[in-house]
């Protein structure tokens, strides 16, 4: 087998290497069907027993309750900025956002097309280094739902508490910190993911939705755009994504025998805390982008001295193998990503790095 680097890629990312193994090995022939995943047919009992086992297997893990259906879309989470206004928002045609990076103003940017949006709050010209305070979110307790962020994949900032918002549904968009801790699903109306950072590779995106919010979703919708319709067929309205399903499938799988949320939350605890006591310990050789109580456990972000060095860094870094530590360009610096599949091993060899770098260059 070719060697594997340390892969920190914020998105598509790093899938667990039992996961890919076992695809490689079902590639040909899934066991006692003779066809490969990506030939079989949606509407085959094969297929289908995946997409079940799959919505089972990701209701054990998180708890989700009865009253919720699991859903698989095509668009990306992107597509979800459209259709939770489209399918939410009325009648009221009136919602509160809260904006903590670029996700949270894309959603913005969809939901004004259709329907007033109140911001609630925002860190923007704090360049989104924190997450709001609970008393800082301004709500309006009549909106259709309010929406928000759990985790910045851009800036590297991180809820650390579900907000409180009364009657009003909540809707998070999961997408690159879904199923990296125990959270508790009975506080939302609507969860959505796009799974190619934490839970399987791209192409399709995962939706939970409370099953009373399916009867806002108007006719007059698009049918494709329509929450109840893909919900009444299960997912299988048109061909889905089989092979990312498939995959998710694997990973929830995996994480299942890894011991469930609560095993994986201490690993990426463990990986976090690695890199950020290497970050605090060099006396200001490395820098944080996210204030403490913000930092996410899944993207870590930080500058160095200068762009020169950090440009140093990341091509000196991608010669020992630490791959797509470059940071996003409206951020700048570095970035590690380190979801549910990077390995602690990882992160033990970027702190080494990031201890000799410093000592070489300071
Ligand atoms: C990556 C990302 C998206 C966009 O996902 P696509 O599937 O590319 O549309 C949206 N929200 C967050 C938080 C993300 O990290």
Redesign the pocket.
């Known amino acids: 087998m070719t060697n594997r680097v340390y892969n920190f890629n ?2 598509p990312a790093i899938l667990p290497e039992p996961v890919l193994k076992e695809v490689q090995e079902n590639l040909l022939a899934l066991p006692g069907v003779g066809m490969s995943i990506l030939e079989i047919s949606h509407r085959s009992s094969t297929f289908e027993n995946i997409l079940n086992e799959t919505i089972n297997n990701l209701k054990k893990l998180a708890n989700i309750p009865e009253n919720y259906k699991i859903l698989f879309l095509g ?5 979800q900025f459209s259709m939770v206004p489209l399918n939410l928002m009325p009648p009221k045609n009136k919602a509160d956002y809260i904006v903590t990076g670029s ?1 949270s103003k ?1 959603a913005v940017k969809e939901a004004k097309r259709v329907g007033a949006v109140n911001i609630a709050a925002s860190t923007e010209d704090e360049n989104f280094k924190r997450i709001p305070r609970q008393d800082e979110l301004k709500l309006d307790p009549d909106a259709a739902y309010v929406h928000y ?1 759990s ?4 800036y590297g900032t991180e809820w650390n508490y579900i907000p409180e918002v009364g009657n009003v549904p909540l809707v998070c ?4 910190d879904i199923f990296s801790y125990p959270f508790d699903v009975s506080k939302f109306g609507l969860i959505y993911a ?1 799974v ?2 934490n839970l399987g590779p ?1 192409g399709v ?1 995962l939706v939970i939705i409370r099953e009373d919010l399916l009867e806002r979703s108007q006719d007059t919708l698009h049918t494709m755009l329509n929450y109840k319709i893909h919900a009444e067929n299960n997912s299988l309205y048109n061909t889905p994504p089989v092979f990312a399903i498939y995959i998710v499938g694997l990973v929830a799988k995996w994480l299942l025998n890894l011991g469930g949320l609560e095993a994986i939350t201490k690993l990426n605890d463990e990986k976090a805390k690695l890199i950020y006591d290497a970050i605090d310990n060099s006396n200001g050789f490395y820098k944080g982008h996210a204030e403490k109580d913000s930092r996410s456990k899944m993207n870590i972000t930080f500058r160095l001295p200068s762009e020169e060095l950090e440009k140093k860094f990341v091509k000196e870094a991608t010669e020992q193998g630490l791959v797509g530590l470059k940071g996003h360009r409206s951020v700048g610096g570095l970035r590690a990503s380190v979801y549910n599949a990077f390995p602690i091993e990882g992160a033990k060899a970027l702190v080494e790095f990031m201890k000799d770098f410093q000592n070489k260059n300071s």
């Open positions: 914020p998105g668009g990306g989470a992107s597509l996700w894309k962020t985790n910045n994949t851009i968009d999961m997408s690159s796009g190619q950072k791209a995106t």
